[in-house]
Structures are given as C-alpha cells and as structure tokens.
C-alpha cells in the first residue's frame, strides 16, 4: 500500500433523516440530531452537515409559527449544543436554524468547532413560502478558516444561483458545506438513475468551481411538501465521491477526502486552468465580483 500523503484529511458526513415540525417536536428533533452527529464523529468523521431546518422542521404556516421556533445565534439552545458536541468530539459542525434577530428571522447556516461558535450564513435566496417568515440574508457571503481547511457556506435554493458557489470559491473555500431542504419540484422529480435536479446542480458546481461541496438533505413528507433526500460529497472534479443517498434513506454519507485538493485541482492541463481562464476583465464589474482575489 502506497503512503498515504495527504496534507489536510479529514472525513467529511452528510447526514440525512427525517424531522418534523411543531414546538412539541423541538425536543425530540434535537434527540434524533445528537445521536446522528455521535455516530458520525465515533464513525471517524471530522466534519459533519446536517439538513436545513434539523432541529426545528421546515414547513410553518403562519409567520407567529415560525417565531416560536426561532432563536437567537450563537446564544440559542441549538447552537449552543452543536458547540457542546463539538468539543465532546472535537468536529465541526454545519448546522442550519430559524434564526430571530429583532422582529427579523433569518434562515441560517452556522458553524461550530472544537473550540465553539465560528461563525454564520443567513440564506440568500428564499424559496416559496420562506419570503413569508425569512428576511434575505443581508451579511453577503463568508469563507471560514478551520484547522481542517476553509469551510464556505450555503443553504438549498442558493445552488441554483451560480453566482453563490462561485464567490465562495473564489473567497477561497476548500469545502462549500450546505444543509438542505429540496423539495419536490415539477416532474420528473428525478433522472431514470434516480438522481433530482438539485443533486445535479450540486455536482455542476463543484466541477464548475473545482471545490468540494458537501449537500445534506431531509427526507419524508412535511404539511403536504414531499422531500427529495439525494444528499451527497462531490469531489473537486464534480463527481459523487461514494454514492447519492437515495430519496427515503434515513442515511450517514462519508468521504475521506483532502481538503488541500481544492487548492491544487484546478489546473486540468499544460493550457487550462478555471479560475485563471475567467475572463475578469470582461464580466467581473457586470456581475459584482470587482475582482475578489483567491488565496491560493
């Protein structure tokens, strides 16, 4: 067996089950969250992403609903104990909450470490019935540096925006980590493989980007609103590293990858590499980007 030379390993889990929404299941959701992340971190993993919404459900119905599930960020109950089993198992964690600011509620991606709370990412683009209890995210895009590597975050719809894995790339995330809650669109819900359009976006964008994106998507059926599961590591290239979770798998995926890979992988050949072939000098002021440098 040759030796093995990463720089920056690390096991990467995509967790995907099935929560349920209402104040009576906030307890039992969060039960179902901490014996996932502890199977995961005793199973070797180092970094763990959890679905949109995990701990609380995802569909509400009235906006005074979606406040009694809310919480502050970082000093809510739900983050505070991500931050808890964190240090217990020394991992980070992606997680995603309704998050209260004030009178505004925010869907929100945070992350935590060995060390505690690092850091957030209120959602860019709201789907559907979200824009009747979230405020757009209004912090722009973050990049965190981690031991690990540098851990960039999103949530579900923004996949669809090109523009959103782009920028954080070019931030410079080694991992694009997104908590998810695709739901059903209008058919087909998936290809004859049994893959959904979301997944495909997934992996579009990590081979469009050449990073490493990790999709940890719910499962069941919500207040009428079917889930697609599908959750999934792509590698640098784009592919699918292991397998995509099926539509029902109440699932842990993992992948042992090097993190540092995203910072080498894109040169392809002797005359192509993405991100120097960007035509900056064309597009950049166009589509807002005013050249972000890429710390490579």
């Known amino acids: ?7 920056s390993p690390v096991r990467v889990a995509v967790v995907q089950f099935e929560p349920h929404v209402g104040v ?14 502890t199977e995961a971190a005793e199973a070797g993993a180092g970094l763990i992403v959890l679905p949109e919404l995990a701990t609380t459900g995802y569909v509400f119905e009235t906006r005074e609903e979606a406040f009694a599930h809310a919480e502050a960020v970082p000093d809510g109950p739900t983050v505070q104990s991500f931050a808890r089993l964190a240090a217990e198992h020394g991992v980070y964690i992606v997680g995603c909450v309704a998050e209260r600011a ?15 709370y690092i850091g957030r990412y209120r959602k860019t683009h709201l789907w559907n019935t979200e824009k009747l209890w979230f ?10 540096d981690t031991p690990i590597g540098r851990i960039g975050l999103l949530v579900c719809w923004d996949i669809w925006f090109p ?21 059903w669109t209008p058919p087909p819900l998936y290809d004859a493989s049994g893959v ?3 997944a495909h976006l997934t992996i579009t964008a990590a081979h469009a980007n050449n990073v490493f994106i990790a999709t940890a998507d719910r499962i069941g059926v919500e207040r009428g609103a079917g889930f697609m ?3 999934l590591i792509a590698g640098t290239t784009g592919w699918p590293i292991d397998r995509i979770a099926g539509p ?23 005359n192509n590499d993405l991100h120097r072939d960007r035509r900056t000098d064309l597009y950049d002021q166009m589509l807002g980007y005013h050249g972000t440098p890429l710390p490579r």
């Not at 009576?24 to 992340?37: D, F, P, Y």
């Not at 004030?102 to 505690?116: C, E, Q, R």
Request: hydrophobic letters at 40%; one cysteine or more; aromatic letters at 6%.
């Open 229 to 231: 599961g599908n959750s």
């Open 24 to 37: 009576e299941n906030l307890k039992a959701n969060a039960l179902a969250v901490e014996k996932r992340i």
């Open 196 to 198: 959904c359009m979301a």
């Open 135 to 144: 405020t757009p995210g209004d912090e722009g895009f973050s990049v965190y």
């Open 163 to 183: 523009e959103t894995a782009r920028i954080v790339t070019q931030l410079g995330a080694d991992i694009i980590c997104i908590p998810t809650g695709w739901v």
């Open 1 to 7: 067996m040759s030796e093995d030379k990463r720089v």
């Open 102 to 116: 004030g009178a505004k509620l925010f869907d929100t991606a945070i992350l935590v470490g060995p060390d505690g």
């Open 248 to 270: 029902d798998e109440d699932t842990i995926l993992y992948a042992d990858v090097d993190l540092t890979e995203a910072r080498t992988a894109p040169i392809w050949n002797q």
